[in-house]
């Protein structure tokens, strides 16, 4: 049974940082793609990180410069170190596991992901 489980959210002010960690059981992280995706109240999923098999880290537009995608194969564990947080940066943020998808060169959408976690809530304040 494949589980992820995500915490590490939490409220802060902006400029502030958060570092979100998602813990994989059942399956490995060294897959062909991992990432993070964020949800604000009545908007759509979006895609905000991912990491391929090799390494190869892709960031939406919003983020690229502020937040840094990472895993640790040997703690089989997934990260999002968040810096210089913005009020827009606001959602409930999931991990994703795609075993089938290799993500390096390109950022897969919602559909390409099997597994997810159930989230955590970033909430940065003014």
């Known amino acids: 049974q494949v589980q992820l489980v995500e915490s590490g959210g939490g409220s802060v002010e902006t400029g502030g940082s958060l570092r979100l960690s998602c813990a994989a059981s059942g399956y490995t992280v060294n897959s062909d793609c991992m990432a993070w995706f964020r949800q604000a109240p009545g908007t759509e999923r979006e895609g905000v990180a991912f990491i391929s098999r090799g390494g190869d880290a892709r960031y939406a537009d919003s983020v690229k410069g502020r937040f840094t995608i990472s895993k640790d194969n040997a703690k089989n564990t997934l990260y999002l170190q968040m810096n210089r947080l913005k009020p827009e940066d606001t959602a409930i943020y999931y991990c994703?596991?795609?075993?089938?998808?290799?993500?390096?060169?390109?950022?897969?959408?919602?559909?390409?992901?099997?597994?997810w976690g159930q989230g955590t809530q970033v909430t940065v304040s003014l």
């Open positions: 994703a596991a795609s075993p089938s998808v290799n993500c390096a060169g390109w950022s897969p959408a919602t559909n390409y992901f099997t597994y």
